[in-house]
């Protein structure tokens, strides 16, 4: 809906503009209520799953924890120790007030994943120049395990003889070990 053009007198439109800027104001404030709600959520979870994990690694062991947080946790593991890293980095969450789950994280250096795939860095192919110069790389590292055991060019010169090595491979094995 364009409210703007269906306001005829500039009296209507300062009452409407006030009556927006009023519910922006409540929205803004009721938004950082929900955002300190989540944040104090999380760090109390945080707080109950460490002293549970403290709980099911002495009387169970090591393996149980993730099976226990697989039946009784329905968030993912990954974000259980985003909450108990919450919780140990912090004595009292109210030094994160206004901050959402995902700004408390990177203040306090905990990891995250982008929000969606497209925030993530994406690589798109590569140019064939970059992917012929990492075949390689590749191809050279595995020929330089292969001859590792030799201590110079000439030995691998004289192992390649005797073994009938392909010229090519007889020069690259040299310059491998050179270069």
Known sequence: MNTATSITSPASAAAEINRLYDEAQRLSAESRTSLHAALSAAWQAGQLLIAEKKRV????????????????????????????????????????QGLSLRQAYLRLGIATEPKTRRDSAHVGSLPPHVRLVSKLVVTIKAERKRFARFSSPAKVRRTCRDRSCPTDSRRESASILTG
């Open 57 to 96: 690694l002495r009387r169970m062991g090591g393996g149980a924890w993730l099976l226990w947080l697989e039946q009784n946790f329905q968030g993912a593991p990954r974000t259980a120790q985003k909450y108990m890293k919450l919780a140990r980095s912090v004595e009292d969450v109210t030094f994160l």
